[in-house]
């Protein structure tokens, strides 16, 4: 059983005016840079194991860095699902929040609210009434993001920000993080589900994205899309209205999914004609 540990430490960080603004100090790119390049140093796997244990992750090979444990996967998983279901692209607590207006209303996720043009530091109203999917990845998960379609990359846009904890008992006593945080937005049209966003956002410790695909690609379903290093992070991905329909436990609440679970299903062409 894989424990978040982290929650207790982040909630006294963040509660603390002292800890909490050293914090902004220290989660500067430049100086997160000098903890990246230890992290993919050999010598950092003597941290692989006591870490491990206490998050219930079993290690299941020799790793050449922490970095390498902390982003664990494969370069392709095989998503069984039907082609018209949603399957989970990560391992994470998600949450789905329906009816996203980005031009009037806020939409709240335990105490934070963004719109979806303050994520995607847009004016596009593409996803006016759409859906959002929030994943956050503690530090217990594996830190991939696979396709959950075949589809084709169509932009990309980088958005300076922070990295700050994304964390949920944050969202207590700091600013949204999931709109101030540096993010890697992705535009892809899919096959299944219409044209989507994909945002991957940088979060404690998190200062490297790594990239496995490139704008105008095109990938199939289960193919790696990118891997975070040392540290939690979240993605969100945006859906455009009347495109799915995601399991009524999902709404407005936080459950733990694994890769490749069903977390949604295509709305048929007769629901559509109603909506």
């Not at 220290?26 to 950092?44: E, F, P, T």
């Not at 998050?55 to 299941?60: D, L, M």
């Not at 390498?68 to 082609?83: E, T």
Request: proline content about 1%.
């Amino acid at each position: 059983m894989k424990k978040d540990v982290d929650g207790k430490i982040l909630k006294y960080l963040y509660s603390n005016f002292i800890t909490r603004n050293l914090l902004t100090a220290i989660m500067r790119k430049n100086v997160l840079k000098i903890a990246q390049k230890y992290a993919d140093s050999r010598l950092s796997t003597i941290h692989i194991n006591t870490f491990a244990k206490k998050r219930g992750v079993k290690v299941e090979r020799n790793y050449n860095s922490f970095n390498d444990f902390f982003a664990r996967g494969d370069d392709f998983v095989h998503l069984k699902s039907k082609n018209t279901s949603f399957c989970s692209p990560c391992e994470g607590n998600v949450t789905v929040i329906n009816n996203i207006r980005n031009i009037s209303t806020d939409v709240e996720i335990k105490g934070e609210s963004f719109t979806a043009k303050k994520l995607l530091n847009s004016g596009s109203d593409k996803f006016d009434d759409g859906l959002a999917y929030v994943f956050r990845l503690t530090t217990s998960h594996c830190h991939r993001l696979y396709s959950f379609d075949d589809m084709v990359i169509k932009s990309e846009k980088i958005i300076e920000g922070g990295y700050h904890s994304t964390h949920s008992v944050v969202s207590k006593f700091w600013e949204n993080t999931l709109c101030t945080n540096y993010r890697s937005v992705y535009t892809a049209d899919t096959k299944n589900f219409g044209q989507v966003a994909i945002v991957q956002i940088g979060s404690m410790l998190v200062s490297s994205i790594n990239k496995h695909i490139k704008v105008n690609e095109q990938i199939k379903k289960g193919d790696v899309i990118s891997s975070f290093k040392l540290g939690g992070s979240a993605v969100v991905i945006l859906f455009e209205k009347g495109v799915i329909r995601p399991k009524d436990n999902l709404l407005d609440n936080i459950t733990y999914v694994s890769i490749g679970e069903n977390i949604g299903d295509d709305i048929s062409l007769e629901e559509k004609k109603c909506l």
